[in-house]
């Protein structure tokens, strides 16, 4: 079947899996140059999926290509718009990490789709060290991405289950562009969206023998906050929605609440009677004072609009080079060149101290100067004054009774406090990403080779930014009359605040680094009926390794013996930085890996085509072989019709991080005691009742920390995968195409880490996982990982495009991309029951921990049934035009929030509009509007979400685009 290529992503088929190829070491595209470029040979090029040589064709197993153009054309100002949109790739449920926007095929996590850049590894995110960002890939340079989805372990080795992404840059480049562009949301706040890059290349391959071209790009994107989109995040708009959202309780706040014991620390508030100080806090009757029979806890609570995010800023820099030589006999070496850096300003609102802090509470003395009553700080009112535990005044219905003022006493007082004239706290989370690549191909003894060493290198540091202080500058600010809890600083105050902050202060530091050497030979050795049987044998010897930073000692206190007080296995226990805790034990870790790949290409006939490939990987830590073969077939019984089918199996190996990580990687939330306070919501904070014997302040709603790494997990074995596919391509009249594949895929020894919503929900079965203090109070939680279950999932892609013929009033062609899924199941422990995970929304911890995408986003991911990309082109004389959809079915709600009966999630759609004129010469000015209808995520009475499902899509709004490009 001849089907004429496409500019826009269209689904191909190509024979099998594909591993270490150089997929840019084959002269396979067209770059794109300056007006009027030279025509280039068409080749046999080697493509994602296949270490054979071939004109790029319908094959076995299907493959789609976007071009970088496409991506312009849809309005992607980046490639985390590409991943979010693509119908292969779903939601990362509420991952709100900062190692930035993953690829994640068929539902499965990230690290479970393995990224390459020109057919090759680079290193991955070290703090995980299973998933590369998209954030590293140069996109001036970015010449198509190649998607294969579905099993590609034959060829590639690990992580290959969920499929392959294949990010190829521009070949024999030659001219120069340069490019700038800018996006703004039409609502105010910031989001903005700033970029600018070029690219310059000399040389022609064809003619000169040589090309080298260099790129760089660079894109700055500010923060938005829950304040600048209020009708979205409002509390008080969202409870007229029926969600079930109840009022917050009083929590720790720039005007704090206080008690008089570190274990009761939040029973007043001298500023609720003068409202909190808005925007900063606001004055709550409590989370239960709009109950039918209510009860009244007033106070000062945080306003989440100041304090929360909606997206966090960041920096994306990226630098890249190629130089190609070729060489006398048909050889050719190439030289490839990347750098990239992003910073990731994650918001973290406002930093309490926390269990690994000398106290959780700060306290002030009686001759403080804002001391309650003392003259600055106005007197407490209450009523019962004469009761051990005086009521705080409210009004004469609520809080019925003589008002007094508190009695004080002279006592100290204790409060959770953190500083409003700082902002909400950010921390840099700085990566990089160094790669170089020695490339050389030809042909000696009949014998087509390629042979590559490869070098690459992450780093990632994690740095206290604005907003995070030190403890003990701030409890002396407290003992010595500087700072007021009750209200905004004074200039001495606030001069204090800055200076006890502990700005650019790393406190993690991780580094990965991925060396290989690989060769490729192939022949074909005989004809057959459709063409020759082609082998092709491919060996690769690679060293994957990590190195952990050690705990950065300037702020990790002493013991009284002088010594730091670090525990045995190197943690630290405790910090003066509030917020966060240095990490960290000095190891350098290790693994090798060597692989060996045959793949064999059988025409049989001129329309039936065998494709056959099988890869042995040996890991020396686990101590473990793998063998997986791959089948695959494609017969065209007449012209317009290609059937084609493959089964495969594949496998995961446990990252270096999972097996020898040396010290847990510990994160924290708020949570009530799952004991201790319990509730009928218990993964809703502030919800339960304490026991007896224990206060509100010590057991519910309490800063907990939590294991989601454990030390050494040698017990930890690969997943294994199974998967098929089965389709056709079509082509009934010309220009219109049309592929179908049914596809289906089963995990087991599914790696996933017990999720703490899973613990909170059953803390009798995970007692043994809950660490308690010798008072009987949480000192941290495991949720660790382990081999659990299986997985299943079965779906279907289709693909179809029809150009319509061309008119004198311009040319139109249409496109739809979807995916829809008929299962994806899972059991959350060996043998256990198959739980159901496709259009459906639940907080149930099981779906965050045991399916496939656990121990990265923490909450269950969001399958919908079906979800697709779609485009209108339109072009006449020097105006372009595209007008694009993303689309995904609705949801049911299975555990809405209480006092919520609404358990229908919509469905989302959004439209973009993208205009171009290349009327002035060597030069493209596009115009664009994303999201023309200004729809906002669905509505969700679900826990997981503050309203909105904002993993579907951002609180962005309508945005405004604008870029221009000069070629020269």
């Known amino acids: 079947m001849n089907t004429p290529r496409s500019t826009r992503v269209r689904r191909l088929a190509l024979a099998s899996a594909v591993a270490s190829a150089m997929l840019q070491l084959a002269a396979e595209a067209q770059a794109q140059t300056a007006p009027a470029p030279e025509a280039e040979p068409v ?382 706290a950010y921390r840099n989370d700085r990566q990089t990403n160094d790669r170089l690549v020695l490339t050389a191909e030809g042909t000696v003894l009949g014998w087509d080779y390629r042979a590559g060493m490869n070098y690459g290198r992450s780093e990632r540091d994690t740095a206290a930014g604005q907003g995070y202080v030190l403890y003990s500058k701030i409890q002396d600010g407290f003992n010595k009359g500087i700072l007021n809890p009750f209200g905004l600083q004074d200039a001495a105050g606030a001069d204090y605040l800055r200076n006890a902050q502990a700005l650019d202060y790393t406190y993690r530091l991780n580094k990965a680094y991925n060396q290989s050497v690989d060769l490729t030979v192939s022949k074909g050795l005989w004809e057959l009926g459709g063409g020759d049987l082609t082998v092709a044998i491919s060996g690769e010897l690679r060293k994957d390794s990590a190195k952990v930073g050690a705990a950065p000692l300037d702020y990790v206190l002493k013991k009284a013996d002088g010594s730091y007080n670090i525990d045995a296995s190197g943690n630290v226990v405790q910090t003066d930085l509030v917020g966060e805790t240095p990490s960290g034990v000095a190891k350098k870790l290790e693994r090798k890996i060597s692989s060996l790949t045959l793949e064999v290409d059988a025409p049989l006939t001129d329309k039936f085509l065998l494709n056959g490939a099988v890869r042995a990987d040996r890991y020396d830590d686990l101590k473990t072989t793998t063998v997986n073969p791959k089948l695959a077939t494609r017969w065209q019984p007449i012209q317009p019709l290609v059937l ?140 660790s990982q382990a081999n659990r279950g299986k997985a299943r999932i079965r779906g279907a892609d289709l693909s179809a495009s029809y150009r319509f013929p061309r008119a004198s009033f311009g040319n139109f062609d249409v496109k739809l991309d979807g995916t829809w899924y008929q299962k994806n199941e899972f059991q959350a422990e060996k043998d256990g029951v198959w739980l159901q995970n496709v259009g459906v929304i639940t907080n149930d911890g099981r779906y965050g921990s045991a399916g496939p995408n656990a121990g990265l986003a923490g909450m269950p991911q969001i399958n919908p049934r079906w979800k697709h990309t779609a485009s209108v082109n339109y072009s006449l004389g020097d105006w372009r035009a595209t007008l694009s959809q993303r689309y995904n079915t609705g949801l049911t709600d299975l555990t809405p929030r209480a006092g919520s009966t609404k358990t229908k999630v919509e469905s989302y759609s959004q439209y973009n509009l993208n205009m171009r004129y290349v009327g002035i010469k060597n030069t493209t000015i596009s115009l664009g509007v994303n999201n023309i209808t200004q729809e906002w995520p669905p509505v969700t009475a679900n826990t997981i979400y503050n309203g909105y499902v904002t993993s579907m899509a951002d609180m962005m709004g309508r945005v405004y685009r604008l870029s221009v490009e000069y070629k020269f």
């Open 43 to 424: 080749t046999a090029v080697v493509v994602t999926g296949s270490l054979i040589r071939r004109v790029a064709d319908e094959g076995a197993t299907p493959l789609s290509i976007t071009k970088s153009a496409d991506l312009e054309s849809r309005g992607n100002t980046e490639l985390k718009d590409f991943v979010l949109e693509q119908p292969q790739s779903l939601s990362l449920g509420t991952n709100s990490g900062a190692a930035g926007p993953v690829t994640n095929l068929r539902g499965l996590g990230p690290m479970r789709t393995l990224t390459l850049l020109n057919g090759r590894r680079l290193a991955n995110e070290p703090l995980q060290d299973q998933y590369v960002s998209v954030n590293v890939i140069p996109r001036m340079a970015l010449d198509r991405v190649e998607t294969l989805s579905g099993g590609a372990a034959s060829i590639y080795g690990a992580d290959a289950i969920g499929g392959v992404q294949n990010y190829l840059t521009k070949r024999n480049y030659r001219g120069g562009a340069v490019k700038a562009e800018y996006a703004t949301p039409e609502m105010s706040g910031d989001g903005r969206t700033k970029s600018v890059g070029f690219i310059a290349g000399w040389g022609n391959l064809n003619t000169d023998g040589w090309n080298v071209y260099v790129s760089a790009d660079h894109q700055e994107k500010g923060a938005l906050f829950q304040r600048d989109r209020p009708d979205q995040h409002d509390p008080a708009v969202l409870r007229q929605l029926g969600l079930g959202i109840a009022p917050d309780a009083r929590n720790a706040s720039p005007f704090a609440n206080f008690g008089f014991t570190r274990a009761a620390n939040s029973n007043y508030n001298p500023a609720f009677a003068s409202g909190c100080g808005a925007p900063y806090a606001l004055p709550t009757l409590g989370n239960n004072s709009q109950l039918a029979n209510p009860t009244y806890a007033p106070g000062c609570a945080r306003n989440t609009l100041y304090w929360n995010q909606i997206t966090d800023g960041s920096r994306i820099t990226t630098m890249s080079s190629r130089a190609s030589l070729n060489l006398d006999g048909g050889h050719r070496i190439d030289l490839d060149l990347l750098h990239s850096e992003f910073n990731v300003q994650k918001y973290r609102g406002m930093q309490t101290p926390g269990s690994s802090n000398p106290f959780t509470t700060y306290s002030m003395p009686a001759n403080s100067r804002f001391y309650p009553g003392a003259g600055i700080t106005p007197a407490v009112k209450v009523v019962n004054g004469s009761a051990a535990t005086p009521t705080m005044y409210i009004d004469a219905t609520k809080t019925p009774g003589t008002v007094s003022n508190l009695a004080m006493g002279g006592r100290t007082i204790y409060f959770q406090w953190g500083p409003a004239e700082l902002g909400p």
């Open 644 to 783: 084609r089918a493959s089964v495969s199996t594949g496998f995961r190996a446990p990252s270096i991080m999972d097996i020898q990580n040396p010290t847990p990687e510990v994160r924290t939330q708020m949570m009530d005691d799952p004991v201790l306070c319990p509730s009928s919501q218990p993964t809703v904070p502030a919800t339960g009742t304490p026991r007896a014997g224990y206060t509100a302040d010590q057991v519910c709603n309490v800063n907990t920390a939590y294991w989601t790494k454990s030390p050494n997990n040698s017990f930890l074995k690969p997943e294994k995968s199974r998967g098929f596919s089965y389709g056709f391509g079509l082509e009934p009249f010309k220009d219109f195409t049309l592929t179908v594949d049914y596809w289906g895929l089963l995990l087991t020894d599914v790696l996933g880490a017990t999720s703490i919503a899973e613990i909170q929900q059953n803390p009798g079965k995970y007692d043994s996982f809950i660490i308690r203090n010798a008072d009987g109070l949480i000192d941290h939680i495991v949720a």
